[in-house]
């Protein structure tokens, strides 16, 4: 049979489109005469992933970034399709992970962190995605210290440009000036017949004195030692004794009338002899006034004399 000629054009362009289909998703890394299996993941940056991205497991490869889009429901998450052409079971705790595989190029791929649940994921699930920052996560924390020293190098800086204005500068120079002047009176003072020279010279006398004077000090300080020998072989200790057993014995009664024992005691803590003097005070006192004021009630006197009862 022999076809017509439309007809052979519109094979041709089948297979031209076909081989176009199929040229499209091998460049993308899909093949797409394999069966696979599709996992989803949504992230909130995908640092720079793209389609056709590789998926590592363990550093082989499994599979690809099949599409990249915003979720469809209206959130601000990324959802990126994996197509996974190896049979791999994900277990639910799995992490799809975006990485640098190169640092230069700045490629991002995927690697796939297997949990250890009991329970895998169906293809079509949602597989939780991750960001892995990898050389940022070192850079950072020096881009921050290095801004901070930046800072303190500009603090300096403008410290620097304070100090070295005019006024400042009229300071420094004075200030220099003072320790050279300090230096030459140093200086003159450590000459030969300086105040520190002769102090120097006073100070060798003294000890070339003392060092001549070795042993008459070796003499006094036994001396002292035998006088302190005889202190204490003389009876001071036993007086010390003596002493301390009269203060622990007055002690004693100093305590015992205060506790009201004794005469002396009860003379102290009893105020019955107290209150007995004090009416016989008053007693007296009352006596008194009552004689100033009537003195003829206790005092008789007759210049000749009282005449007896019966007389003649």
């Known amino acids: 049979m022999k076809l017509s000629r439309e007809l052979k054009i519109g094979i041709a362009a089948i297979v031209t489109l076909a081989f176009l289909i199929w040229g499209v998703n091998f460049l993308k890394g899909i093949d797409i005469f394999k069966s696979s299996d599709t996992y989803y993941s949504m992230y909130d940056n995908i640092d720079g992933l793209i389609e056709s991205g590789i998926v590592y497991l363990r550093g ?7 599409e990249i889009k915003f979720d469809s429901r209206g959130s601000d998450k990324i959802v990126v ?4 052409k190896e049979r791999v079971n994900i277990p639910e705790n799995s992490v799809f992970l975006i990485y640098s595989s190169s640092m230069l190029s700045g490629i991002k791929d995927i690697k796939l962190i297997l949990g250890d649940g009991n329970k895998y994921f169906q293809s079509g699930d949602t597989v939780p995605g991750d960001l892995d ?3 940022e996560a070192i850079i950072d924390p020096i881009r921050e210290q290095t801004m901070v020293t930046i800072s303190k190098i500009d603090t300096i800086v403008g410290s620097l440009a304070q100090i070295l204005n005019g006024e400042k500068v009229a300071e420094i120079q004075k200030t220099i000036g003072h320790i050279d002047n300090v230096s030459e009176s140093l200086d003159r003072n450590l000459s030969e017949g300086g105040a520190l020279d002769k102090s120097f010279d006073n100070l060798a006398s003294i000890t070339e004195n003392l ?5 008459e000090l070796k003499e006094i300080i036994s001396n002292f030692r035998d006088v302190s020998d005889s202190i204490s072989n003389s009876q001071l200790k036993s007086a010390i004794e003596n002493a301390n057993a009269t203060l622990q014995s007055t002690s004693l009664m100093l305590a015992r009338v205060e506790a009201g024992e004794g005469t002396l005691g009860k003379l102290i803590n009893n105020d019955s002899l107290y209150l007995n003097l004090k009416n016989v005070t008053e007693s007296l006192d009352l006596l008194l006034n009552d004689l100033r004021e009537h003195p003829k009630r206790y005092v008789h006197f007759s210049l000749f004399g009282k005449k007896e009862k019966g007389g003649k």
Not at 81 to 84: M, T
Request: charged residues 25%; hydrophobic residues 25%.
């Open 133 to 135: 920052r990898g050389f």
């Open 60 to 66: 082989f490869k499994i599979g690809n970034v099949s």
């Open 81 to 84: 399709k994996y197509s996974i």
């Open 211 to 215: 060092k001549q004077s070795n042993e």
